[in-house]
T-cell receptor, first 114, second 114 residues
Framework: AQSVTQLDSQVPVFEEAPVELRCNYS??????LFWYVQYPNQGLQLLLK????STLVKGINGFEAEFNKSQTSFHLRKPSVHISDTAVYFC????????????WGAGTKLIIKP | DAGVTQSPTHLIKTRGQHVTLRCSPI?????VSWYQQVLGQGPQFIFQ???????GRGNFPDRFSARQFPNYSSELNVNALLLGDSALYLC?????????????FGQGTRLTVV
């Protein structure tokens, strides 16, 4: 069965520094990849998604992610973070075996240090 | 426009009781999905409904059931509550069921079983 691994439960980073949040998945057969953000006391919001085409995907709030099929990864990056980026970030994967339902990682809490 | 609304926002129940959670999708959205998010973990898919028909079911026991009404709102019912059912229950609505259709999440109902 498909699985999603977000190795870092928390990532502390200084304000205006770059950040990378890691996501690896188990199956590379026709996957669709998503990053969602959950701000404190709010629901989940879609940041970006990869369905096909260019492996570099740009999303909202200056985030981007790169699909790497050989490494089965979909890491999220931002060149300069702000205090408002404090949130939990979830990677999710969908494929035929999951009947195209989203399989979610455990989430990475991004902590911005002033 | 109102987003996805869920009620109640918080709920405390005793083991063995029954609970009903409600979700109103964004106007014009015909698909509703339910997720369970245990503290510190990613969401787990429970059900998806589209046009009042069940389109997907996750790996949850029969104590969990749901339905969608003609106005596309939805209810999630859980019988014989267990302590392990304590979680944030998220509802997501979308216009249809395809991968290109973005899902919009409500703020969730936090269920505590004591």
């Amino acid at each position: 069965a498909q699985s999603v691994t977000q190795l870092d439960s928390q990532v502390p980073v200084f304000e205006e520094a770059p950040v990378e949040l890691r996501c690896n998945y188990s199956s590379s057969v026709s996957v669709y990849l998503f990053w969602y953000v959950q701000y404190p006391n709010q629901g989940l919001q879609l940041l970006l998604k990869y369905l096909s085409g260019s492996t570099l995907v740009k999303g909202i709030n200056g985030f981007e992610a790169e699909f790497n099929k050989s490494q089965t990864s979909f890491h999220l990056r931002k060149p300069s973070v702000h205090i408002s980026d404090t949130a939990v970030y979830f990677c999710a994967v969908s494929d035929l075996r999951s009947n195209y339902q989203l399989i979610w990682g455990a989430g990475t809490k991004l902590i911005i240090k002033p | 426009d109102a987003g996805v609304t869920q009620s109640p926002t918080h709920l405390i129940k005793t083991r063995g009781q029954h609970v009903t959670l409600r979700c109103s999708p964004i106007s014009g959205h015909k698909s509703v999905s339910w997720y369970q998010q245990v503290l510190g973990q990613g969401p787990q898919f429970i059900f998806q409904y589209y046009e009042k028909e069940e389109r997907g079911r996750g790996n949850f026991p029969d104590r969990f059931s749901a339905r969608q009404f003609p106005n596309y709102s939805s209810e999630l019912n859980v019988n014989a509550l267990l302590l392990g059912d304590s979680a944030l229950y998220l509802c997501a609505s979308s216009q249809s069921t395809g991968l290109n259709t973005e899902a919009f999440f409500g703020q969730g109902t936090r269920l505590t079983v004591v």
